[in-house]
């Protein structure tokens, strides 16, 4: 049973950073493709940062792009999302996710069938 447990979210103030973890257990970590989503209040779910195996290409939203990092620890079965220059409109709850059987496209929250219960980043202004 695959199963993903993050942490790391938090209150932030405006230009702060935090980093979420993504702790990955049950199938081999390295083979799959991870995404990071996000959803705020009202909103839906919508894309952050993903990639398609461990030393694949990663991909972000452009409104994260240089303040964003999606890394791996194969070793830890985790995969990090390191946030700098938080704004405000990054608050949201935080999911990590791991391909499915349908993988297609990155970008896609259909593309992943696992996913972490979510961790909430406030960022203040």
């Known amino acids: 049973q695959v199963q993903l447990v993050e942490s790391g979210g938090g209150l932030v103030q405006a230009g702060g950073s935090l980093r979420l973890s993504c702790a990955v257990s049950g199938r081999t970590f390295s083979d799959y493709a991870m995404g990071w989503f996000r959803q705020a209040p009202g909103k839906e779910r919508e894309f952050v940062a993903a990639d398609e195996w461990s030393g694949g290409d990663r991909y972000y939203r452009d409104s994260v792009k240089g303040r964003f990092t999606l890394a791996r620890d194969n070793a830890k079965n985790t995969v990090y999302l390191q946030m700098n220059s938080l704004k405000p409109e990054d608050t949201a709850v935080y999911y990590c996710?791991?391909?499915?059987?349908?993988?297609?496209?990155?970008?896609?929250?259909?593309?992943?069938?696992?996913w972490g219960q979510g961790t909430q980043v406030t960022v203040s202004s």
């Open positions: 996710a791991e391909e499915g059987v349908h993988y297609s496209d990155h970008d896609r929250a259909s593309s992943y069938d696992y």
